[in-house]
Each structure stands twice: as C-alpha cells, then as structure tokens.
C-alpha cells in the first residue's frame, strides 16, 4: 500500500483557514507556530509511513494471541512502540507537568489521522492510554496523579476503558461489576468485562484499567456507578511494581478486522481497585474519555478513508481497461486507464470532497477542544465546550460512517483484484468496519445528538453553531462570485434549521417520531456543516493563486455538486415525520 501523509492540506487548514494566531492566541500555546506544526506533522508522516504502515498486513495475518493468559501483539509491534515512545509521541498533547510536551489537542488529532490511515490496531494501544491519561488527569486524586500519569507520558504504562459487560453494552446503568472496600481505602474490584481493547498484551510494563463498578449498596441504574483505576500489576508507595493483581485475560475475541488490537474478556477477580473520582459519579468521570475517544474514533474512519482513496487512485492511474469515453488520453491504445472512466473518476472525487471536508470537521472540533480547555477568558471555555460537545457525535458518526463506505468504494475501484488479499483493500474494509460500533453505535450518537445536545442549556449549543454561520453567509452575501459555493451551502444550512425545529418539536410531543429520524438528522446534520466549512474553504482558496488553491475550489464545486443534495432527501424524509414507521405496530413483524 501507498501513503503519502496530506501534511499540506493539514497545514493550509490550520495555516491559512483556521489561522495559526488562533492558536498561539490561548495560554500555553503561544510558542506553537507553523513551523511547529510543519515540523511534527512531517515527523509523524515518516514514523507513520515508514514504521506502522508496513506492520499493517502483518498485524492482520498474525493477530493478537493469547498463549499462557499473556497476549502477545504481532511480530514487530513491540519495536514500533519502542521507536514510538522514544520519538515521544505518547506525550504529544499531554501536561509538561506530567512530562508531557504540551502541544495543541489540534495537533494530535492530526498525527491521530495519520496513525489511523496507517495502522488502526497500533492506535487503538496508544488511543486507549491517551484518552485515560486525560481522564486521570482532570478526575484522580493527587497521589494517583503524581504515582500514574508521568509513566503514562512516557508511554511505560498504558490505559484502558472497561464498560461493557456480556448482558450490558449500550445501557450501561445494567452494569453489574461490583466493587467492596477493603478497609485502607482501596476496594475489591469483580466482575467480567468483555470487549475489552488493550485488554491485556506486551507493549507496556504494566497496564491500567479504568473500570465502571458498582459500589456495594450503590442505587441501580447510571447513578450508582463509580469509576475505579485497577492496575495489572500493582505499583509501590515508590513507584516501582509490587505482584500481579487479580486481573485475568480469559479470552480474546475473534474478529472481522484490527486483528492485531487485542479485544479481550477480562476477569476481575476481587482485584485491587482505587477510586477515581467522587462515588456514583463514574460515569460523568468517564465520558472524560468516552467524548475524547468518540472523536478518535471518527478520526480512525476519516484515517482510512484517506489512505483508500489514495490507493484506489493509484490504482485508477494504472489499470488499463475499456476505452474512455472521448476524449481519450491516447486514442493509439487498445484500453485507457480506469481513470478516466466518469464512474471511477466520480467515485474518487466523492471520496476526496468528503475526506477533505470532514478534516476541516476534525481541525475544528480540535481547535475548539483546545479553547474549552486552554482559553483564559471562561466565556470562551464555554464556547468552546459547546462547539465540542455538539459536534462530538457528529464526528464519531460521519467520520467512521465515510471510513465503511470510502473503503467499499474504494475496494470497488480495484474491482476483483480488490477483494483478494494482495492490495489490502479488503483489510482497510474489514478494519473499518468497527468504528460505526464502538464507543457508542453511531445510532447512540444520533440519540445524543438529537436528546441531549440539541436541548442542553435550552438549546445554546445549537444556536450558537446557527449564529456562526449566519454571519459568514451574512459576510459574503454581496459576493456574487461566491456564490456557486455559498449559496448551496446556506440552503442546506436552512433544511438544516428547519430539520433542527422538527426534530426538536418532536421530542416534545412524539418521542419516538424524533427517535426514529435521529441517524438521519444527524447525518443531514454533518452534511450541512461540512457544507458550511466547503464554503469556508472555498472563501479562503479563491484569494490564493496556485495549483492547490485552485484544486481546492474545484473540489469545493464536487461537494456542492454531488454530496451536498443528500441534505434535500434527507430533509424531506425528516419533515414526513415517520409516519410510516409509526403506522408500522411491533406486533406486525410476525404477520
Ligand atoms: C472490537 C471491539 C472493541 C471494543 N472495545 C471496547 C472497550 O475497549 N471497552 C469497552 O467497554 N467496550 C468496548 N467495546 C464494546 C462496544 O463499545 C459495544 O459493543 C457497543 O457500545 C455496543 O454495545 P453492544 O455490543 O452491547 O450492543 P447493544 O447495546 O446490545 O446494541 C445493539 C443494537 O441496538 C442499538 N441500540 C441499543 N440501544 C439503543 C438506543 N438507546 N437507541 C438506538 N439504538 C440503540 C445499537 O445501536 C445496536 O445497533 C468494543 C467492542 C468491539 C466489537
């Protein structure tokens, strides 16, 4: 497989659209300028291409094992997470506090990208730790800080998330884990956890479980869950490791894709567990890291679709069948390359359109995830806590949701030569394949979205996200030239907000006609922004005067022109208000 990192569209986002004052504008970051980011990005692009890139096949075809209740990662990983950590990407965003160099939260969603084009069950070892180095960092008590978090940084100890249990996946008010004090202020942690990524295997010394349990007379439901750090091996007052706790890796799951992630069923068997947190309040403390892992896990989707459209361009350049239509490239020859097929060339362009807009969605859920947690000024922390938790879900979603599909048509663009082995097609599909799963179905993201987000602080969030648009498209409304961008994406805009009301309207007085339109209006929902940002872009490619530049506006028309107008069925299938479905009653499935 072929990968060229798209350090210079990642730049022109953060250089020339987002603007790179903006980020040196919050405290901390005021030493952070292009050249930095030129910098790591370039670094990660070769540590990425040249160290996980050529692991990837590897990992598929040998898997994670379990041999003697250890896990052994593929041959190869354990050196690659070496060179990973001495290069010190574990602590690329992390707290110079804790060893960590401090970079922008903007800065690791873009490495992010790259690690996921490259090699997706390497990043969910490394995914894992940085979302519950975060958590720790904001939820636990200072001695766990200071014994934990800087072997974390230095990438000696990983992390975990442990929710799911076998009667218990979405709702996780069902949870049984219980956990008992043990009289010196740590308690006993048992129960089974499954599905549990980097569940156990050979990279760090030791490992670290963030573990949802039920405190012994707790409430049923969500509030009685606490959240507790259960380690694998337990850590000295000194910091060195003391024996074994009572963890054990039972199983490894058998999986469609990301072979090489060790998905494990874990026992905890009365294991040593500490607080993290205040009691019953496990689950705020852990959408710490869910919130944080559901935009990486859009990233992983985004990952692959990038890296699939490479390969399937590629690929178009070089396979030679069927005469194009005219004008042909050169009418001497028996076959054109597929390329120049309308239907190939249309599939790629889609994926590109979508693939570079959905890195704009990234950069600025990225650069407001620094705002909500960098700026100074509180109002706006709280703008940026808006923007991040409105557009969490819409990130998960689409992201992963463009990961499937660009893969699917990208492997399609290979034709038969795409679902044998040989091109890794057919891995990037079955890799892909999880991230509409996991950490909340992309269906539960909707539910989210429209439940939650869009009513939170009487719905602020959403009128905030409304009143920036509105002034960009009140900015450029005398632009005539514009327009070809900017008008399609201000109708979208609209059906956005007409969408918005009905969906709203509809929580109020038939829940279930709102619930049945949420994966719908959320997909509208992300269209319709992407679109916005497409406009964004467009404003700032045509003041520039190169090739890319020009690519861009041109890539611009593509999404107005052939992914856009999915708003419109979408919009109209939201404003029929199911009511078809609600005709539809349970009981009629067996007639
Ligand atoms: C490879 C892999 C790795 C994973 N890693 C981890 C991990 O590290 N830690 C961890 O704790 N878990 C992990 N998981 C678990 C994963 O997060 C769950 O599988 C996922 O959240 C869904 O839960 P479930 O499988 O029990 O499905 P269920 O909750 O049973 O859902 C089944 C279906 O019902 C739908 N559904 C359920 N409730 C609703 C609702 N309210 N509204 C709309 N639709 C609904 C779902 O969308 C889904 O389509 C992993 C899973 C896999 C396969």
């Given amino acids: ?46 540590f990425c291409s040249l160290e996980l890139l050529p692991l990837n096949r590897v990992g598929d075809e040998h898997g994670a094992v379990l041999a003697d209740g250890e ?28 060893g960590g160099q401090g970079l922008p939260r903007l800065l690791q ?75 010196d202020g740590s308690y006993a942690i048992t129960g089974t956890k499954i ?15 963030l573990v949802l349990a039920r405190l012994d007379g707790a409430p049923a439901g969500v509030r009685g869950i606490s959240l507790f750090l259960v380690p694998r091996t337990l850590v000295n007052e000194d910091g060195s490791l003391a024996e ?29 567990g500490y607080l993290v947190g205040a009691e019953h309040r496990g689950l705020a403390a852990m ?22 459209y490479q390969n399937a361009l590629a690929y178009a350049r070089e396979r030679l069948q069927s005469k194009a239509p005219a004008p042909r490239p050169d009418a001497s020859k028996a076959a054109d390359p597929i390329l120049y097929q309308p239907d190939i060339k249309r599939k790629l362009l889609k994926i590109r359109a979508q693939v570079e807009g959905s890195r704009a969605l990234a950069v600025l859920a990225g650069y407001y995830a620094d705002v909500m947690v960098s700026a100074s000024d509180p109002e706006a922390r ?68 429209v439940k939650r987000k869009l009513n939170l602080h009487d719905g602020r969030l959403i009128e905030r996200l409304f009143a920036k648009w509105d002034a960009f498209f009140e900015a450029h409304a005398g632009a005539p030239a514009l327009a070809p961008f900017t008008a399609p994406a201000e109708a979208a805009f609209d059906r956005l907000r007409e969408a918005t009301a009905k969906v709203r309207d509809d929580l109020l007085a038939d829940e ?63 404003m029929q208000g199911g009511k078809a479905l609600a005709a539809f009653e349970i009981p009629r499935f067996d007639a």
Avoid at 168 to 181: F, I, M, V
């Fill in 109 to 183: 969603f873009l490495v992010d990208e790259m690690l996921g084009s490259c090699n997706m069950a390497f990043k969910l070892y490394v995914e894992l730790t940085h979302g519950a180095y975060h958590l720790m960092a904001a939820e636990a008590a200072p001695d766990l800080q200071q014994r934990y978090l800087p072997r974390m940084v230095q990438g000696e100890w990983s992390g975990t998330m442990c929710l799911t249990e076998p009667h218990c996946g979405t709702d996780l008010g069902l949870l049984n884990t219980r956990a008992t004090p043990r009289g």
């Fill in 71 to 98: 896990v052994r990662t593929p041959p190869g990983f354990v050196e690659a997470y070496r060179k990973f950590v001495a290069n010190g990407w574990a602590g690329l965003d992390a707290d110079p506090e804790h």
């Fill in 382 to 449: 709280e703008e940026g806590e808006d923007f991040v938790a409105l557009l969490t879900p819409v990130v998960k979603s689409f992201l992963s949701d463009l990961g499937v599909a660009s893969a699917l048509e990208a492997q399609q663009v290979f034709g038969g030569h795409g679902y044998i082995r040989e091109h890794g097609m057919e891995q990037l599909v079955r890799d892909a394949r999880i991230a509409p799963i996991y950490e909340g179905t992309n269906e539960v993201q909707a539910v989210d979205l």
């Fill in 1 to 46: 497989m072929i990968y060229n990192a798209p350090v210079k569209d990642m730049m022109f986002l953060v250089e020339e659209w987002l603007g790179m004052d903006r980020i040196t504008a919050l405290p901390g970051h005021d030493d952070v300028d292009a050249d930095v980011f030129r910098f790591v990005l370039e670094e990660a692009a070769k």
């Fill in 195 to 209: 599905f549990i990524t980097s569940g156990d295997h050979d990279l760090t010394e030791n490992i670290l479980h």
């Fill in 512 to 574: 279930a006609a709102a619930l049945g339109a949420a994966t719908d209006y959320q997909r509208l929902f992300a269209l319709a922004v992407i679109g916005c940002l497409w406009a964004e872009l467009a404003v700032v490619a045509a003041a520039g005067d190169s090739e890319f530049h020009r690519n861009k506006l041109k890539v611009a028309q593509v999404y107005m022109e052939q992914v856009l107008p999915e708003v419109t069925a979408l919009h109209e299938i939201i």
């Fill in 244 to 272: 074994r706790n009572a963890v054990h890796t039972a199983s490894l799951e058998h999986k469609m894709g990301i072979k090489a992630s060790a998905t494990c069923v874990l026992n905890f068997d009365g294991a040593c």
């Fill in 287 to 308: 959408f710490r890291m869910m919130n944080l892992e559901r935009i990486a896990v859009g990233i992983q989707g985004l990952g692959i679709a990038e890296i699939a």
